[in-house]
């Protein structure tokens, strides 16, 4: 009979730690949706986002950080109609999860219920696994953002 050595008693220790870290860093969405792109407020604080190009039933995803480091990530899209859509990427009932949504054609669908809802209805007002809208106003082709208005929902990503 051999000896069980304690070099190797360490290793699937650090191998057990190693496999929990990593299912965590999966269950909070680490390998999720990665297709965020940073805007910062300017001096007044006012984001201007480019929607020129942003064509029917495209969505883009967004990632707000400001100077004193509030994360907020949101959505932009368009319906099939041309109108805007803009919300947190966060519902009311799943926000401690993080997990979002993801864009599948008209749908956005919660990843964490696997309900959706239509692109069209999420600047009526969300609720349950919905998206929550957010305040925002078109100038020619850019949307125009408010820091305090992006802030607002800022509660969904502490």
Partial sequence: MTRFKPIYGLFLVLLFMGAVL?????????????????????????????????GPLEVRFYRFLNY????????VGRDGE???????????????????????????????????CRLSEVNGGGGGCAPVPMEHTVVGNDLVLQETDVLAGWRYFR
Avoid at 68 to 75: P, S
């Fill in 68 to 75: 004193g480091n509030q994360e907020v990530k949101f959505l």
């Fill in 82 to 116: 041309g109108i805007l859509q803009v919300a947190f990427d966060a519902s009311e009932t799943d926000y401690k999860r993080k997990r979002g949504f993801r864009h599948e054609g008209e749908w956005l669908v919660n990843n964490k219920c696997d309900t959706a």
């Fill in 22 to 54: 990593t299912a965590d860093f999966a269950m909070n969405g680490g390998f999720g949706h990665t297709g965020f792109e940073r805007v910062s407020p300017d001096q007044n604080g006012t984001v201007r986002i480019p929607i020129g190009d942003l």
